[in-house]
């Protein structure tokens, strides 16, 4: 009898620890990563790996923390408050420049080729604006001086004859941009979709000119970026969190324009679908080109952003350049 019950008690004692060690990787607790991100068109891999599961498959759980733009993120980052941020890419030079320890560890968004991209500039059409030269002496509207916009539209006034240190710059946001110009607050703007296309729709307004593809080809805009300490003692958390992210990019090249799609964009834009379906959407990569950023190096120090060597190579983290497997 007694060892009857002890045979039953170790064969209970199996079949639990069977049971615990198949349960283990599904009771397994994620890992939570805290992600600075804009509710932008940009963004839609990073939606669409959330929303497909992509981040859960690799062990990850993610709270976006919405900033109003790239250059906010940056703060939290260096503070710890997130452990990744979605920043664009002038900002980030910035920051590492200063000694903050920032790296590039995804590829975010960038410009294609040639025109039309997903910013231009915008002039009423009575306005004769057509050039650079004729921007000498008026009012420019950028969202923020000192940064990327900026920054291109200086380099398109200086490159289609005019002066840039000739031009007035006003910091507008974009969705107040196009009545900025129709109410003549702003001579032109540097605007970007969904506030371009439907300024464009409404027929007073129109684009003059592609800063980004007239300036440069294929410009490393936004990336996602970590602190340097963070990846060194979480590589294996931040080639997971690449992983899944790719997953990401190549769901969304693969199903632009489908209806899943739309509802995903739609979801955290809150823009409408038929209003989506009209956008000219940026290139999604998977790395980033180190020649790109000796590109934007130059133009910072062009005007006047940057002193001194700087080589923005080193801040490429391998995830950066090679996509994890």
Request: charged share 20%; no cysteine.
């Amino acid at each position: 009898m007694l060892k009857t019950t002890l045979r039953r008690r170790a064969l209970g004692l199996a079949v639990a620890a069977a049971v615990f060690v198949a349960a283990g990787p599904a009771l397994a607790q994620a890992t939570k990563l805290r992600v600075s991100t804009i509710p932008i068109i940009d963004t839609a891999p990073l939606q669409v790996a959330m929303a497909k599961g992509f981040f859960k498959d690799e062990g990850l759980e993610i709270d976006t923390t919405p900033m109003a733009g790239g250059a906010a993120g940056l703060p939290a980052l260096a503070a710890g408050q997130v452990q990744i941020a979605f920043s664009n890419i002038i900002s980030t030079l910035l920051g590492a420049k200063q000694g903050l320890g920032f790296e590039i560890v995804a590829a975010g968004s960038g410009t294609a080729d040639k025109a039309p991209d997903f910013g231009g500039l915008i002039a009423t059409k009575a306005g004769g604006i057509k050039t650079g030269k004729d921007l000498e002496g008026k009012r420019l509207a950028v969202n923020t001086r000192n940064n990327i916009g900026w920054m291109y539209a200086r380099e398109w006034v200086r490159s289609t004859g005019g002066d840039p240190d000739k031009v007035t710059y006003v910091e507008v946001p974009f969705p107040q941009m196009p009545d900025a110009v129709r109410g003549n607050r702003a001579d032109a703007a540097f605007v970007m979709d969904p506030f371009m296309s439907a300024a464009v729709e409404q027929g007073d307004v129109q684009v003059i000119g592609w800063p980004w593809s007239d300036v440069q080809k294929r410009v490393p805009i936004a990336q996602y970026v970590a602190t340097r300490s963070y990846i060194q003692q979480n590589p294996q958390v931040i080639e997971k969190f690449v992983r899944a992210y790719n997953k990401g990019v190549d769901w969304t090249n693969a199903n632009k324009g489908s209806d899943e799609w739309l509802r995903i964009i739609s979801g955290y834009t809150k823009l409408p679908p038929e209003r989506i379906k009209g956008l000219v959407l940026p290139p999604f990569e998977k790395t980033v080109d180190p020649a790109a950023l000796d590109r934007v190096v130059e133009l910072m120090r062009k005007n006047g952003m940057i002193e001194g060597a700087f080589d923005a190579k080193p801040l490429l983290y391998k995830t950066a350049t090679q996509a994890p497997r």
